[in-house]
């Protein structure tokens, strides 16, 4: 090697090793942020859906207080309809419309819009869909079978995102 190509790798190899802590630093920086980020993130998930727990119970104590909520009103109805189907016992995978179910008491039979709910019973989970467009409903098995419910826990609903429906699980 010449003396010049020496000299300029010498100093490359100084420079990167001066540059290295500083960077070494910043991506630790930036991995502890991101990470407190990602916490502070779920907490409020949590807080929120929490609180939206809470808003459904106040909102059965005080109904009063909080007509017009469809939201509230959808959870709750859903929470006592499957609560009512796992009182029944029935045994294997079906899909009806909440007002065929006999045994469901009249105020659970439709939603505030005068419609049906879905109700299905799959692989020991209980599902309630309710359809938010005025279209009839697709109440069956092969259309329960496509939705992802995964990612919802037992006692709390979703919008489906994609399609005018919410959906209630009980595990």
């Known amino acids: 090697m010449a003396g010049n190509e020496w000299e300029f790798t010498r100093q490359l190899r100084q420079s990167i090793l001066a540059t290295l802590p500083w ?22 998930l949590e807080e929120e859906k929490s609180y939206t727990r809470h808003a459904m119970e106040y909102h059965r104590e005080h ?35 909440s007002d065929r179910l006999d045994f469901l008491p009249t105020d659970l039979k439709l939603d505030s819009g005068g419609r049906p709910f879905c109700v299905i019973q799959r692989d020991e989970t ?5 359809f938010l467009d005025k279209t009839a409903i697709d109440c069956t098995l092969a259309s329960a079978k496509q939705l992802d ?16 429906y919410w959906i209630y699980v009980l595990k």
């Open 23 to 44: 960077t070494l630093f910043c991506a630790l920086v930036a991995l502890i942020g991101c990470r407190r980020f990602d916490e502070s993130l779920t907490r409020g």
């Open 63 to 97: 109904p009063e207080k909080r007509r017009g909520d469809s939201v509230l009103d959808t959870w709750s109805a859903a929470d006592y309809i499957t609560l009512d189907v796992a009182k029944q016992k029935l045994k294997g995978e079906w899909a009806k419309p």
């Open 149 to 164: 419910i995964s990612n919802i826990h037992s006692g709390d609903m979703e919008f489906s995102g994609r399609t005018d």
């Open 126 to 130: 209980i599902l309630v869909l309710r």
